[in-house]
């Protein structure tokens, strides 16, 4: 290349540069782009790489003035509900998106922000139909929240167990309990992750505008790393979601959550708590009741009275109770997984197998709660104290 054509190829990317330049000096300048939209680019380019940024998609980081204000100023008007996890509100973004905010009650020792964000990042990445979506976070100072979407008519136990006059006919219930199993079967089955719920609960599902439910909470336990004191007040909570051997050995896998799943099949047929004190004796552990009335061959009683009036699938329900029982089963390998779970309630598929009587745990007195007691459970589960045989012993002086 002689240097004369050199010369005027490098004045064509000059004035180029310069061109473009100027074009944004001038679009910033008019305002088309606001500086702070630059701000923001500058930024993201600066922001550390980090293990996930190649393959997920990046989250969005919401400035902690914008969740005050869309919350007016965490306003006690606006709480949705506290959890074990923190207080959630209620919110309306500048752009009328309806948000729901969850203020992580994390001390800033426990976790620093970059795992925090990085956990974030792998919760947004999990989507499916199913499961609620987290749209992102918030973390300033000893802060934490999340930023979920509103789901406009709440949670399921706001309505089955709720004293309001709002029914829900069976084939809303049947959506119901296929979506949650179609929700749970995408976090155990195929998402990339493999994620145990691990609080699978009649709160933690929410129902959007068609009633079409999706599965809150999932993953939260990612930021509570190691923290017993956590477990043992969700344990307080949701004891009667709890499957024996997670509940009691602490043996944690897919098969608790499928036993939870279970119980709130159960709930949503009878619409009733798992646990109801109030009741006469020999109904107030619905797994127990209902596997009574099982035996009995009379397990349609089992049905919301109100359903009863409205009318419904017998064969359907007969399915999702049986269903119900297979998830049950005190031995945890005995469950189904969930894909099989969700082809029994849609297409009828693998019906033979009878279940197992349900285990579960009784709760006589509130001192127990510390301490579940297992005496309804037959026979696969010793105490936690003959299981601590195992250790080496001292031996005698
Ligand atoms: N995305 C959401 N949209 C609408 N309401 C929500 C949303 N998330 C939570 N809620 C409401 O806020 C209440 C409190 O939720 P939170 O998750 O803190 O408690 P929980 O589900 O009872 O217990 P846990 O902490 O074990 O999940 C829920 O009962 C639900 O009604
Ligand atoms: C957070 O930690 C501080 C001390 O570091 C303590 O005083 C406070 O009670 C803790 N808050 C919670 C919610 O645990
Ligand atoms: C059940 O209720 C839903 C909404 O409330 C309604 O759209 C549907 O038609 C009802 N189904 C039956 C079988 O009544
Ligand atoms: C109880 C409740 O909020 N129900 C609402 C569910 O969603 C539909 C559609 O938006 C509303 O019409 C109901 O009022
Ligand atoms: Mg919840």
New binding site residues.
Partial sequence: MSSASQSVLFLLLGGMAMFIIMLILLLVFCKIIKPSDLNKLVKRARRPPDLFSGNLRSISLFDFQTLKKATNNFHPGNL?????????Y?GKLEDGIMI?V?KLSVNKSQQGESEFLAEVRMITSIQHKNL?HLLGCCSVGPHRLLV?????N??L??IIYGNNDQFMNWSTRNQIIIGVARGLQYLHEDCPLRIIHR?I?A??I?LDDKFQPKI??FG?ARFFPEDEAYLST?FA??LGYSAPEYAIRGELSEKADIYSFGVLVLEIISCRKNTDLSLPSEMQYLPEYAWRLYEKSKVLDLVDPQMREDGFLERDVLQAIHVAFMCLQPQPDLRPPMSQIVSMLTCNANMNGTPMRPAFLERRRKRDIENPSCDSISDPFPSPLQSDSSLPKRPPN
């Fill in positions: 949705l509900g506290r959890g074990g996890f923190g207080p959630v209620r729901a969850k609620v979920y979407e509103y789901m406009i709440r949670s136990d706001l609080d609960k709160s933690n929410l809150g909470d939260l969700a909570g949701t």
